[in-house]
C-alpha cells in the first residue's frame, strides 16, 4: 500500500506561481511513477505531469508545458508541481497518483493509488 497526500494548494494570481507537494508513505515509493491530475467541476480528470521512477523523466501535458515542472525527491519520498504564471483554466483539484506501469501512461485506470487532492484557483 501506497498513501499520498497532496498540500501546497490555495489561490494564486495569474502570473504568479504556486508549488503543490505530494507526500508518500507505506511500499517503496521510488519504484512508482507519480502523475499529477487536475479535474475542473463538470470535466473529467485529465494527467497534466507524470514523472518516472528514473528520475529526470517527464511527461506534461501541451496545456502546461514551460508552465509546470514536475519533480521528486526520493529521499523525502515526496514529489512536487511547481506551477508558474498558471491561467485562469488551471483551477481545479489537483490529485496526486502513484502508478507501478511503465511509460507514460495518461488514463486514471493506469494508478494504483490516490491522494485525496487539493484544491488550486488561480485568480485574475
Known amino acids: 500500500q501506497v498513501q499520498l497526500v497532496e498540500s501546497g494548494g490555495g489561490l494564486v494570481q495569474a502570473g504568479g506561481s504556486l508549488r503543490l507537494s505530494c507526500a508518500a508513505s507505506?511500499?517503496?515509493?521510488?519504484?512508482?511513477?507519480v502523475g499529477w491530475f487536475r479535474q475542473a467541476p463538470g470535466n473529467e480528470r485529465e494527467l497534466v505531469a507524470r514523472?518516472?521512477?528514473?528520475?529526470?523523466?517527464?511527461y506534461y501535458a501541451d496545456s502546461v508545458k514551460s508552465r509546470f515542472t514536475i519533480s521528486r525527491d526520493n529521499a523525502k519520498n515526496t514529489v512536487y508541481l511547481q506551477m508558474n504564471n498558471p491561467m485562469l483554466e488551471y483551477t481545479a483539484a489537483y490529485y496526486c497518483?502513484?502508478?507501478?506501469?511503465?511509460?507514460?501512461?495518461?488514463?486514471?485506470?493506469?494508478?494504483?493509488?490516490w491522494g485525496q487532492g487539493t484544491q488550486v484557483t488561480v485568480s485574475s
Open positions: 507505506g511500499r517503496t515509493f521510488s519504484s512508482y511513477a
Open positions: 497518483a502513484a502508478s507501478l506501469t511503465d511509460g507514460i501512461v495518461v488514463d486514471t485506470t493506469g494508478y494504483d493509488y
Open positions: 514523472v518516472s521512477w528514473i528520475v529526470g523523466s517527464a
